[in-house]
């Protein structure tokens, strides 16, 4: 398979032991979007970062975000891009309306709340410190996202076990075989 996937890490990016990490590592297709500043970023230049690296594609990539990263997708879906992409693999997207997120962001809340005009999955854990179950699950019904919950999984990243997962590696997987042309 000769997928074209972007990852897309969240908030302060994916460090060594993170599924994103070893995926890249894995499929030397698939490559991370750099931004400017992981620990501060803007909604603004970030999307417009996210918009150069779909615009330089030879095709329509998948993204597969992480965390904040998730959000970042759907503001770029409403930023008016005329870029496509083939679809949106979206795993544990923090509530950046929620009490318990981090501050530093700029330009993320509320969050967009609009149907995603490409085929996406949302990946949820039920115990997510950065989202409640509840909130992943009305997200991706917004966004018009099929669900996977995979169980009490923290935030799905390095810290929580989530290293090399091939599951979610085996999920996305399929999202491309069912979405790539």
Sequence with gaps: MSSLVLN?????????????THWEARHPQWSRVPHREWQTPDKDEWVAELDRAIAACE???????????????????????PHKIAGAFLVAPSDVEAPSY???TTGFAP??????????LVVASGDDPYVSFARARAFA???GSDF??????????????????PDGEQLLLDFCAAHQP
């Excluded at 897309?8 to 994103?20: F, R, Y």
């Design 8 to 20: 897309l890490a969240g908030l302060w990016n994916s460090g060594p032991q993170h599924w994103q």
């Design 59 to 81: 095709r329509p990539p998948v993204l597969a975000a992480h965390s904040l990263a998730c959000t970042l997708v759907a503001h770029w879906a409403a930023s008016g891009s």
């Design 102 to 104: 981090p501050a530093g």
């Design 111 to 120: 969050m967009p709340l609009l149907a995603l005009p490409f085929p996406s």
């Design 141 to 143: 019904a917004a966004w």
């Design 148 to 165: 996977t919950m995979i169980g009490d999984a923290g935030h799905i990243n390095g810290d929580a076990g989530y290293g090399p997962w």
